[in-house]
């Protein structure tokens, strides 16, 4: 599975983004797919995800925000980020997982894009 993101950049605080997460590969039962983001000195938090149903899961710091959405058809998931804050600045890393024969699951990464919101 190979996942190529796109959209990071930079903005001041109160803008809006969109990244998008294109998988392509054998990527037969890859559910969920969603967005991590990692800040200098923090560990990689989720941000948002969605089922191939289209039940979502976001951090309780992105709600009311971001939102996430997934085009099956395209094998694509994208996130809307809205009223971006300097503390959304991060590496975003899209991610896929899948579950495996044995239940245990396999995690497959993009190559990360960077937000840089300023204030």
Known sequence: ?????????????????RLSCA????ISSINPMGWYRQAPGKQRELVAAVTGGGSTNYADS??????????NAKN???????SLKPEDTAVYYCNAKRMLSDNTIENYWG?????????
């Open 23 to 26: 998988a392509s590969g054998v």
């Open 76 to 82: 694509t998931v994208y996130l809307s980020m809205n």
């Open 111 to 119: 190559q990360g894009t960077q937000v840089t919101v300023s204030s």
């Open 62 to 71: 992105v709600k009311g925000r971001f939102t996430i959405s997934r085009d």
């Open 1 to 17: 599975v190979q996942l190529v993101e796109s959209g990071g950049g930079s903005v001041q605080a109160g803008g809006s983004l």
